[in-house]
């Protein structure tokens, strides 16, 4: 990390969120940090990320390792950057006292250690110094901003309707590829607050996977190559493309197709169509097509997009032999997930909280339905502004046992806590109770001898 590490926390903020008095109509845009002491005070989902950060191992059965939650990571930014690191909790009344009492900017989770990470050093003194992360999440980060050099309509932290789309097929794809290849089933798809998703694979395996058996898995998913001094970044050279390229294909060409040509305009100008052409690798056919094209184009007597149009003439110039493979390393190279290898591959990476607000945009991040991801709108996501007014109009009511189900958070929340959470649990403590059993009747066994 940049930031230095400091001491167990800082002083007390002087704000009451119970004084604070939110008027409808006064809450202005963007992030205020008396506004965010009243979202952890009513509308953050505490116990629920305790439960999800326990796995089970917060009850009584005799399965239950006590230590394990008191072994997660926490780490705040606080107002003014002042980074904390290394904090953890026993209970969710503990995780909860803090989030209220510091205030933090963001909420970052890390890994499980094989210590308490607030006591490291005292382990280190008593000559123990080994510490290291034992279980984490399997995880995934996808920015916006990897794709900037094929998308016209944004660019940096902006995004908008006509690019978030690349970050739905990402979902797509990346989802059911960790379900019918690698068997996987509790993943939770977040949206960052700001210009990308995360991802959390949660099953047991998934957590206790190495650091190479992680690395080996960025390894499936690496297609897209290369770096900023090479045209390709895809090559699909063999005769026949394995079965997971060949269902991310069936993906991602007809949204290539369909929806990227139009929306970014990539054959618009010379600038863009070089871009394309510079991937074909045969130079005759790639400098025929440019002398077409650089002429002014004439309107259409179908009313074809041009876009269109020039794609059409150039999968037809890639039947040639030896360039069969082109429009498929073309549609890859522009549509498919652009993966930040290094916090997937290592287990000690940290990876910012759902329910967290981001500073800069005051938008929550909310879980995504990977079912639905095609209807998720990052513009109408809740903000921190909008849900005190939702707080503030809807008044007490009797009717909610939870503050946030007054608020448009609610079915955020709801979709973590039935879609996720519930059966995750199910499945921890089913894989618990099965250890459990299977340690007694080895025990058993071992005394009828």
């Known amino acids: 990390m940049t930031k230095e590490e400091v001491g167990d926390g800082r002083d007390d903020?002087?704000?009451?969120?119970?004084?604070?008095?939110?008027?409808?109509?006064?809450v202005e845009l963007g992030f205020d940090t008396n506004y965010l002491k009243l979202y952890y005070g009513k509308l953050f989902p505490h116990a629920e990320m305790f439960k999800w950060m326990s796995y089970g191992n917060d009850g009584k059965h005799p399965a239950c390792d006590q230590s394990y939650i008191g072994r997660r990571e926490f780490s705040f930014t606080l107002e003014n950057d002042i980074y904390v690191r290394f904090q953890s909790f026993n209970s969710a009344v503990e995780l909860e006292n803090s989030i209220k009492e510091k205030c933090p900017f963001k909420i970052d989770i890390g890994p499980v250690y094989n210590v308490d990470p607030a006591k490291r050093h005292a382990y280190a003194q008593a000559g123990d110094n080994v510490f290291t992360p034992v279980e984490r999440e399997l995880i995934f980060d996808i920015d916006i901003t990897d794709y900037d050099d094929v998308r016209y309509c944004?660019?940096?932290?902006?995004?908008?309707?006509?690019?978030?789309?690349?970050?739905?097929?990402?979902i797509k794809v990346i989802d059911t590829s960790l379900r019918d290849d690698f068997g996987f089933n509790h993943i939770l798809w977040v949206y960052s607050g700001r210009r990308g998703v995360h991802c959390w694979v949660c099953d047991g395996r998934a957590r206790r996977l190495t650091n190479e058996q992680r690395a080996a898995i960025t390894d499936y998913?690496?297609?897209?190559?290369?770096?900023?001094?090479?045209?390709?970044?895809?090559?699909?050279?063999?005769?026949?493309?394995?079965?997971?390229?060949?269902?991310?294909?069936?993906?991602?060409?007809?949204?290539?197709?369909?929806?990227?040509?139009?929306?970014?305009n990539l054959f618009a100008s010379e600038e863009r169509f070089e871009k394309v052409l510079e991937l074909i690798p045969d130079e005759s056919v790639a400098a025929q097509l440019r002398g077409e094209w650089q002429v002014k184009p004439r309107s259409s007597t179908s009313g074809e997009d041009l876009n269109v149009v020039r794609w059409k003439r150039l999968k037809t110039k890639m039947k040639a032999p030896g360039l069969r493979r082109c429009c498929e390393e073309i549609v890859f190279s522009y549509a498919y997930p652009r993966l930040d290898l290094e916090v997937t591959k290592h287990m000690n990476h940290l990876l910012k909280a759902p329910f967290c607000v981001h500073p800069k945009t005051g938008r929550v991040c909310v879980p995504i339905d990977p079912d639905r991801c095609e209807e998720f709108d990052p513009t109408t996501v809740p903000t921190l502004s909008t849900l005190l007014e939702e707080l503030n109009r809807e008044g007490l009511r009797d009717d909610t046992e939870n503050e946030w189900d007054r608020t448009s958070l609610g079915k955020s929340i709801s979709f973590f806590t039935s879609s996720f959470l519930q059966p995750l649990l199910k499945s921890c403590k089913e894989e618990m109770e099965s250890s459990y059993n299977a340690k007694v009747q080895q025990s058993k066994n071992s005394l009828s001898w």
């Open 13 to 26: 903020m002087d704000v009451d969120r119970d004084e604070i008095e939110v008027r409808q109509g006064i």
């Open 221 to 264: 998913f690496c297609v897209y190559k290369g770096n900023d001094n090479s045209h390709k970044k895809v090559s699909l050279t063999a005769t026949a493309l394995h079965p997971f390229l060949e269902r991310s294909s069936k993906v991602l060409t007809p949204f290539f197709e369909e929806k990227l040509l139009h929306s970014q």
């Open 154 to 170: 944004c660019s940096g932290a902006d995004v908008c309707l006509e690019c978030w789309p690349l970050m739905t097929i990402a």
